[in-house]
């Protein structure tokens, strides 16, 4: 009977220590699926909220390709659209130019053609000499415009670039260089004039 005591002693001293090891187990457990919900919840609004780039400098990546898709859209955004009439009045000059040029090289070329030809042409005054040089200058200019608007195009895409870059560079007051008349006085009697330059930091 004692040792039938002893074993039911034991037994719920067992069931004792096995239900506290379970209780313990289960909050170890539960707290540790509370910490990786907590976890995948933090990466869920991390994931759902964008930050606000309104105030870093500007992507020169995106600025360059969108300059290169559409000119003027780089600046654009960049915030620089003053300049975007200013490409396109280059553009649009440039265009009547290649077509001005063109035209003229096509007359020349014509009235030289028609010289070859023995029939009148619209310049019978000049030679075959004066028409040949005629029609070299005009389609070198033409080809000069030609190329002048790949320049144009490329220079878009360089200043979208540029600017981008620039975008984030410090231009407040609280930086200067300065360039200011100075006077000192070394002695009694003796002063000098000079220019100092100043150079102010934030």
Not at 31 to 38: E, K, V
Not at 134 to 142: I, L, Q, S
Not at 175 to 181: F, K, M, V
Request: include cysteine.
């Amino acid at each position: 009977m004692r040792s039938h005591l002893l074993c039911k002693r034991i037994l719920s001293n067992l069931s004792r220590i096995g239900a506290m090891g379970v209780l313990f187990w289960l909050l170890a457990y539960s707290a540790a699926f509370a910490q990786q919900d907590t976890i995948r919840v933090e990466e869920r609004k991390s994931k759902k909220e964008k930050p606000d780039y309104s105030s870093l400098p500007k992507n020169p990546r995106k600025a360059t390709m969108l300059s290169a898709i559409l000119p003027g859209a780089g600046q654009v955004y960049n915030g620089k659209a003053w300049k975007v009439p200013i490409l396109y009045a280059g553009f649009m000059a440039d265009i009547y130019f290649i077509g001005y040029n063109n035209r003229r090289y096509q007359v020349f070329r014509e009235a030289l053609f028609a010289f070859d030809d023995g029939e009148p042409n619209l310049f019978p005054s000049l030679n075959r000499d004066a028409l040949v040089r005629n029609v070299d200058y005009w389609r070198r200019n033409r080809d000069l415009t030609i190329l002048l608007l790949g320049v144009i195009y490329a220079l878009n895409i360089i200043d979208a670039n540029v600017d981008a870059h620039l975008s984030g560079f410090d231009i407040s007051d609280e930086l200067s260089l300065a360039i200011e008349p100075s006077m000192q006085q070394f002695a009694a009697q003796n002063q000098a004039l000079g220019l100092s330059v100043k150079l102010k930091f934030k």
